[in-house]
């Protein structure tokens, strides 16, 4: 575990903010009269965490879909709260599976969508303009299905995706259909987080690079985040029932469980910190959301 219990708290608030970020942002304010419509996309296991603080700031009062991605990995429950909490806000919320055969959730959306350029063709013929084809921007942090959704909607891979943030290195225009061309961009996060609990849930669910990361930090921060939140899926995996204040006694009771042990049959506290970080990153605990409305 670590020596130093700020230590990762640390490092996120260094690290988690690189140029490319920056350069994106700007990017896309430079781009934003090209644009009709803005997926905003978030990770419905995080529907707090993941919605980029000061979008408005940078896609201003452009129409907005909000597109609630990895809707097989959230806690129903929980997330319907957050869609009925965002609906009230007066946004217009979609909630996916990228990974179902299912499409409803992309029919609906395409729906709404071609219902949000209807009304902007609709106003360009009143000023004696041509309609044209709707163009969106889609934009969201690391790792939350931007590129995926993308794929999905075009329905061949069009746009590359893998399951590390940054995947996606420049923004690149694709065309959906002949009435639709989308902006693909590389996810974004905000310069600073006061909020060091949405940090740690951002980098729990893999939207902050591993390499910058304490792992220990993170699976402390998981296993006291799961403990208060599905105290239950951790006696399904791991036999906890209590978790102590420093963890010691969870982290030897998960390397016995698991095998994690170094010569001599000590437990590995760095072995243990993988396997949490890994089981959650792979959705071993099953079905959660770690965030929660106020
Ligand atoms: N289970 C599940 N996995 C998903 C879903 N959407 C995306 N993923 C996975 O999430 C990972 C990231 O997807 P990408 O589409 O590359 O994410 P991105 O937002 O484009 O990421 P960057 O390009 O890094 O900003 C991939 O491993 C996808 O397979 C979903 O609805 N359910
Ligand atoms: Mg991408």
């Known amino acids: 575990m670590s020596k130093n219990k700020n230590e990762g708290v640390n490092k996120i608030g260094i690290n988690w903010y690189p140029g490319h970020m920056a350069k994106t942002k700007r990017e896309i304010s430079e781009k934003l009269n090209l644009i009709d419509i803005v997926y905003e996309v978030i990770d419905s296991r995080m529907p707090k965490s993941s919605k980029i603080i000061d979008i408005d700031d940078l896609i201003k009062d452009k129409p907005r879909i909000l597109v609630m991605?990895?809707?097989?990995?959230?806690?129903?429950?929980?997330?319907?709260?957050?869609?009925e909490y965002y609906e009230k806000l007066g946004y217009k919320v979609i909630s996916v599976d990228l990974m179902s055969n299912n499409s409803l959730g992309i029919k609906k959306l395409l729906d709404i969508t071609n219902e949000l350029m209807k009304n902007i063709n609709d106003k360009r013929i009143a000023k004696g303009m041509m309609p044209r084809a709707g163009r969106i921007l889609i934009v969201g942090i690391p790792n939350a299905g931007k590129s995926t959704l993308i794929n999905r909607l075009v329905g061949k891979k069009a746009a590359g995706v893998g399951n590390t943030p940054g995947f996606t290195k420049n923004?690149?225009?694709i065309?959906?259909?002949k009435d639709l061309?989308?902006?693909d961009s590389p996810g974004?996060?905000?310069?600073?987080l006061e909020d060091?609990?949405?940090a740690h849930v951002l980098a729990s669910l893999s939207s902050i690079k591993e390499e910058i990361l304490n792992i220990d930090d993170i699976a402390c921060f998981i296993l006291r985040k799961l403990y208060k939140l599905y105290p239950e899926k951790l006696r399904e995996?791991?036999?906890i029932e209590e978790l102590d204040e420093d963890l010691i006694e969870a982290y030897e009771t998960i390397a016995a469980r698991r095998g994690a042990l170094s010569?001599?049959?000590?437990a590995d506290y760095e072995k243990v910190s993988n396997i949490i970080v890994r089981d959650l990153k792979n959705g071993y605990f099953g079905e959660i959301t770690l965030d929660r409305l106020k």
């Open 181 to 183: 061309e989308l902006l």
């Open 175 to 177: 065309r959906i259909n």
């Open 263 to 266: 010569r001599g049959g000590i």
């Open 69 to 83: 991605t990895k809707y097989d990995l959230c806690d129903k429950v929980e997330t319907q709260k957050f869609i």
């Open 196 to 198: 060091q609990d949405s």
């Open 237 to 239: 995996r791991y036999g």
């Open 188 to 192: 974004i996060l905000w310069p600073k």
């Open 171 to 173: 923004l690149s225009w």
